[in-house]
């Protein structure tokens, strides 16, 4: 009885020690093996083991991460108060760095970005700000790379995903939107006019040379609005002679042709 009680004794020892000995490294994830506080490798994925008590085991993680970078409320090169929020998404490339360089690389990503787009959006003005967005974000991925770079982490893009204006500016720029908007309809409408004038002096020339030409518009102008059947047309005497004149043309038109 003392045996067996002795080997299920050892056992759960033994139990343990493996329990404290595997450990199990994900696809994602790197391993990087503390032995007495000095680092002796980095495990690859799959099942590793370690001595209990001896070694620890810490498993950056190297998917991409998402991080928002909170608004910031940041004073333009020409003195415009704006609220601007990005986010960063940037990865682990040395499991090694990220754990022996820096304490936290979450937090020190996410503190140096708030730091960076603060200092670049303030070097520009409002206009530049909104209308030059990808300049600022491939600036700014730069340069926050720069500084991660030697803790083993890699910023891949920074988007400026928000910019919040005083209710003033808005209003303001509303205003120079609706003037633009009206300064290209005006342009537009004297084009047309200047077009229209054209086509004008054209058929004035035209009809300067056939003044029948002037006599059959008036007929037609007539025709369009006897279409709509309520109205009254009072032919003036001067229009009934220039209907004569055309039935005199018509008909010496036709003589002529005949005649060939």
């Given at each position: 009885?003392?045996?067996?009680?002795?080997?299920?004794?050892?056992?759960?020892?033994?139990l343990?020690?493996?329990?404290?000995?595997?450990?199990?490294?994900?696809?994602?994830?790197?391993?990087?093996?503390?032995?007495?506080?000095?680092?002796?490798?980095?495990?690859?994925?799959?099942?590793?083991?370690?001595?209990?008590?001896?070694?620890?085991?810490?498993?950056?993680?190297?998917?991409?991460?998402?991080?928002?970078?909170?608004?910031?409320?940041?004073?333009?090169?020409?003195?415009?108060?704006?609220?601007?929020?990005?986010?960063?998404?940037?990865?682990?490339?040395?499991?090694?760095?990220?754990?022996?360089?820096?304490?936290n690389?979450?937090?020190?990503?996410?503190?140096?970005?708030?730091?960076?787009?603060?200092?670049?959006?303030?070097?520009?003005?409002?206009?530049?700000i909104?209308?030059?967005?990808?300049?600022?974000?491939?600036?700014?991925?730069?340069i926050?790379?720069?500084?991660?770079?030697?803790?083993?982490?890699?910023?891949?893009?920074?988007?400026?995903?928000?910019?919040?204006?005083?209710?003033?500016?808005?209003?303001?720029?509303?205003?120079?939107?609706?003037?633009?908007?009206?300064?290209?309809?005006?342009?537009?409408s004297?084009?047309?006019?200047?077009?229209?004038?054209?086509?004008?002096g054209?058929?004035?020339?035209?009809?300067?040379?056939?003044?029948?030409?002037?006599?059959?518009?008036?007929?037609?102008?007539?025709?369009?609005?006897?279409?709509?059947?309520?109205?009254?047309?009072?032919?003036?005497?001067?229009?009934l002679?220039?209907?004569?004149?055309?039935?005199d043309?018509?008909?010496?038109?036709?003589?002529?042709?005949?005649?060939?």
């Amino acid at each position: 009885m003392v045996d067996y009680v002795t080997l299920t004794f050892i056992g759960i020892i033994i139990l343990i020690i493996l329990g404290l000995s595997i450990r199990i490294v994900n696809q994602y994830e790197r391993g990087v093996v503390f032995r007495l506080g000095k680092v002796i490798g980095i495990k690859e994925p799959g099942l590793r083991l370690i001595i209990p008590l001896v070694d620890r085991m810490v498993k950056p993680s190297l998917r991409i991460v998402t991080m928002p970078i909170p608004a910031q409320k940041i004073i333009t090169q020409d003195n415009v108060t704006i609220d601007v929020a990005a986010v960063a998404y940037f990865k682990v490339t040395d499991a090694y760095k990220a754990v022996v360089e820096i304490e936290n690389y979450n937090r020190a990503v996410n503190q140096i970005a708030q730091t960076t787009l603060r200092s670049v959006v303030g070097k520009y003005a409002l206009d530049e700000i909104l209308s030059e967005t990808q300049k600022l974000n491939q600036s700014m991925q730069e340069i926050i790379d720069t500084h991660s770079e030697p803790w083993g982490i890699k910023v891949t893009t920074v988007e400026i995903k928000d910019i919040k204006l005083p209710d003033s500016m808005q209003r303001a720029i509303a205003l120079q939107a609706e003037a633009e908007r009206e300064k290209r309809a005006k342009i537009i409408s004297a084009e047309g006019e200047y077009l229209a004038a054209g086509k004008l002096g054209d058929a004035a020339d035209i009809i300067t040379e056939h003044p029948v030409a002037l006599q059959l518009r008036i007929m037609q102008v007539l025709s369009n609005i006897a279409a709509e059947k309520n109205s009254t047309i009072v032919f003036p005497a001067q229009l009934l002679n220039s209907i004569r004149d055309i039935k005199d043309f018509m008909t010496s038109e036709v003589g002529d042709i005949e005649k060939k």
